[in-house]
């Protein structure tokens, strides 16, 4: 039987026109919010489509396995009560795969609905990986000068009559029409759309699209090859195979440099961002790889460091990073070149109106000109005691000190389900990563150690990474208390 005609008799006449056929599933989810990484599904519907007419459906609430937020509720009109006795995803997840499989994933604004059945798949320790359509980015071509390309907006623009917004059935059902509508009106289009991206003539020579499709839609490191298997190109990304794709996509010059001399790629997935940037960073002034500049410096070159005049003033100057100005300044922060050492300087100096002369910005023997245009309040000249002067000193140097303090350790999610990425700080210094088994106590600290990928880098740039992450609060940190 023909699983598109439906019909034994018609099977052989039309076996060639079902072999072009492409398949859709238009699919809507509602969640208990906005990330994939931190909330879950509460409801999905699927509609499958062969671009003429709707071949399957299929509609469940989910139990979330957590609270649904009050604002959820409000929006969606789905109560915990409602999906207290709903499957969980697990029980579901088989029949999602069957009805999405082979064909090509349609929702209105896809990131987010794909992106979440991706993760909670992730979380089961399969990998979720379909071909994506946006019926917004669709629409904007095919509808081009519409006020607005919202479901709701659409559906009162085009009539089409839905039971419930912010339902996953009659959002789908909604989305449906709209695709249908497109298809009427713009049928190269939507080819286009589905076809865009990669092209074989694109590829460097020896790659294949299969080849690409073989990277994970994962979180971590990509290696470029050339012919000799040399690492040319190191990068990280938390979707690699899209991240590939668009490498050898992009038509810019840029687009173009990166494709020379590609032979061939590797990855190694990561899990955790946090890991990745920090080996991604690692990588680069190990390998050295040619087509990376900006992070293969195994040094910082330039510096901000203090000192105390014999007025009494503590000041802030901007030079390289040697041990010669090490001796002579106290060092407060190291930058991948000299400029970018200037350039917060002047930031800092200009946010707490600081003395540009007394910072070396203004060559001028007197008062600086900041001071005439009244942002500097005068310690040039003596107007401004050192008191005054060096508590806003004090406020730039929390500023500008990005250092790592302390010891502790950061936990992020792993490779798997099963594991989490620990990232260690002994003393201020980064010590490396590893993985350990969720579901297993910790080793000692001394264990853990020994464990550590990286660890002897030392990497300049480590700690900034780091800094800005504890400080983003994106991960979990435990205080060793040493």
Same mark, same amino acid.
């Given at each position: 039987m023909c699983?598109?005609?439906? $019909?034994?008799?018609?099977?052989?006449?039309?076996?060639?026109?079902?072999?072009? +056929?492409?398949?859709?599933?238009?699919v809507d989810i509602e969640t208990t919010g906005g990330t994939a990484r931190n909330e879950r599904i509460t409801e999905i519907a699927i509609v499958v489509h062969d671009g003429r007419q709707v071949v399957d459906t299929f509609s469940t609430l989910i139990n979330p396995e957590r609270s649904i937020p009050w604002n959820i509720t409000q929006l969606t009109g789905i109560t915990n009560?409602?999906?207290?006795?709903?499957?969980?995803?697990? %029980?579901?997840?088989?029949?999602?795969?069957?009805?999405?499989?082979?064909? *090509?994933?349609?929702?209105?604004?896809?990131?987010?609905?794909?992106?979440?059945?991706?993760?909670e798949f992730s979380r089961l320790g399969f990998e979720f990986s379909r071909r994506?359509?946006?019926?917004?980015?669709?629409?904007?071509? +095919?509808?081009?000068? #519409?006020p607005s390309y919202s479901l709701s907006n659409l559906k009162r623009h085009f009539g089409i009559h839905a039971e419930?917004?912010?339902?996953?059935?009659?959002?789908?059902?909604?989305?449906?029409?709209?695709?249908?509508?497109?298809?009427?009106?713009?049928?190269?289009?939507?080819?286009?759309? +589905? $076809?865009?991206?990669?092209?074989?003539?694109? #590829?460097?020579?020896?790659?294949? *699209?299969?080849?690409?499709?073989e990277a994970p839609e994962s979180c971590g490191v990509y290696y470029l090859h050339d %012919?000799?298997?040399?690492?040319?190109?190191?990068?990280?990304? *938390?979707n690699i195979r899209k991240r590939l794709f668009e490498h050898f996509s992009d038509m810019t010059q840029k687009g173009e440099k990166m494709r020379q001399g590609v032979a061939d790629f590797s990855w190694e997935v990561m899990g955790s961002e946090l890991v990745a940037l920090l080996h991604e960073s690692a990588e680069i002034k190990r390998l050295q790889p040619r087509i990376n500049k900006a992070l293969r410096l195994k040094q910082h070159q330039g510096a901000l460091y203090t000192y105390t005049d014999e007025n009494g003033y503590t000041r802030l100057v901007y030079g390289k990073n040697t041990a010669k100005n090490a001796k002579k300044l106290h060092l407060a922060a190291t930058y991948p070149k000299l400029e970018h050492a200037r350039a917060h300087l002047q930031s800092v100096v200009r946010q707490l109106e600081l003395c540009y002369r007394l910072c070396h910005l203004d060559a001028s023997e007197n008062a600086c000109f900041h001071h005439s245009i009244k942002q500097c309040h005068g310690a040039c000249i003596g107007q401004e005691v050192p008191e005054?002067?060096?508590?806003?000193?004090?406020?730039?140097?929390?500023?500008?000190?990005r250092r790592l303090q302390g010891s502790f350790l950061l936990t992020d999610r792993g490779?798997?389900?099963?594991?989490?990425?620990?990232v260690a700080v002994i003393n201020g210094i980064y010590r490396g990563f590893?993985?350990?088994?969720?579901?297993?106590?910790?080793?000692? *600290?001394?264990?853990?150690?020994?464990?550590?990928?990286?660890?002897?880098?030392?990497?300049?740039?480590?700690?900034?990474?780091?800094?800005?992450?504890t400080e983003a609060g994106k991960c979990r940190k435990i205080d060793l208390g040493q």
């Open positions: 699983y598109i005609c439906r $019909n034994k008799l018609f099977h052989h006449k039309y076996q060639y026109f079902c072999k072009k +056929v492409r398949l859709y599933c238009i009560d409602m999906v207290a006795g709903a499957p969980r995803f697990y %029980e579901v997840a088989r029949q999602i795969v069957e009805l999405t499989e082979g064909k *090509i994933f349609v929702a209105h604004n896809v990131n987010f609905d794909y992106s979440f059945v991706r993760e994506q359509l946006c019926t917004v980015r669709l629409a904007r071509k +095919v509808f081009p000068g #519409l419930r917004s912010h339902r996953a059935l009659d959002d789908t059902l909604a989305t449906t029409r709209l695709f249908e509508m497109m298809l009427e009106s713009g049928e190269g289009t939507v080819r286009e759309m +589905v $076809n865009r991206g990669v092209r074989e003539t694109r #590829l460097p020579a020896g790659l294949t *699209i299969e080849r690409l499709n %012919e000799a298997g040399t690492v040319i190109y190191v990068g990280k990304s *938390i005054s002067y060096n508590e806003r000193v004090d406020q730039a140097l929390k500023i500008i000190d490779r798997n389900a099963d594991e989490q990425a620990v590893c993985f350990i088994n969720r579901n297993e106590a910790p080793p000692p *600290i001394g264990e853990l150690l020994s464990d550590m990928r990286n660890a002897d880098t030392r990497d300049p740039s480590a700690a900034q990474i780091i800094y800005s992450w």
